[in-house]
């Protein structure tokens, strides 16, 4: 089956479109990348999606925005099935995570709702393909945190060998971090799955603070390198409570807010530190809570880190990460780029995509995508709501 995934993430800089092959039954799927590409938001949307995620949106606006995210979804969907020299009657089926401007979390880590928009009946319209959405709600809707769904591609894709020694550490950077921690083969560990906290929000809002707003990121870690990191300022940022909450958790832009982002900017300033400096102790901070992540929460010690999301092709930050988890869990790791770990479908950049181009084959195939253990769930799930395409009855008579 050829199925395209979708993704736009907390970032919110453009749409990931993966076309993939995925063969195999639902326990053991084969998946083969086709073609990627990255298209990123026009102006208008973007500052729509930026003014929803900051709570200054009306009904109208969120309404509106869901059809107008749709259509830009649908467009990416074309566009890399021409990339990729497909026709589109050939796609089978799409996967779309939509774009999240709403994670609603409670004092004590219960999700009370989240929104993910960009309409799948819209993407189903124009492209005549039955297209799965709104992954989420289903397993928020069963007691979980709805997040993170890219577990069940990472259990089936990336188990590491038993002689590892010890847990893969699958690291995903986008604006927020998360990881899947795997256990070897062999081992009845459990496989923990969260949120870690800041990836590149908070680094992206010190580059545009620095430049003016001339820069949306901090372009291979130039900024902070050029900076000299206040390791007591990082330390007391790590008493934030997010950090101390126990798995399953989850989190996103409504807690590490462009208004944290200037609180910390303010100390750093008081503390006499420059635009650049600024930059380094946030690049810093995001490197220690996620060595701080496995310290405190791996089930075995971290012998690998598999990096993926916008923050591996950051230099100084993957440099921080490694010097981080070497200081915190008391061992040097091997850290690899997700693109370089053989056998693996796709690369950085393409596999949260991919995840959802599963998670939607995984729900015509009547079968469940989320990972309870990972994200608190009473059980497993089948994930997504359903946009009937032209090719909906082919699509189902072929299953």
Known sequence: MRVVGLMSGTSA?????????????????????LAFETFPWPLRERELIGK???GRGGTRDVSRAG???????AEAVLRVAKISGTGIAEVDLIGSHGQTVWHEIEEDGAVQSTLQIGEAAVIAERTGI?????FRVADVAA?????????IFDRLFLRPPANLGGCRAVQNIGGIGNVTLLPPEGSDASIPAFDTGPGNVLIDWAAARATDGALRFDKDGELAARGRCDDKLVERWLEHPYYQQLPPKSTGREMFSSALAGNYCLEAAEAGLSTADFAAAVTELTAASIAESYRRFAPLPVMEVVVCGGGARNPVLMERIGAQVARRCGREVSLVRYGEVAGVPGDEDSKEALGFALLAWLTVQGAGGNVPE???????????KIAPGRNYRRLMADL
């Open 13 to 33: 800089d453009g749409i990931d479109a993966v076309l993939a092959e995925i063969t195999g039954t639902a326990g053991r799927p084969q998946m083969r990348q």
């Open 52 to 54: 929803l995620i900051a």
């Open 67 to 73: 059809f107008l995210l749709g259509e830009q979804f």
């Open 130 to 134: 039955t297209t799965v959405a709104d």
């Open 143 to 151: 007691g979980g945190q709805g997040a993170p769904l890219i577990p």
């Open 374 to 384: 990972s994200t608190g769930a009473s059980g497993v799930r089948v994930l997504g």
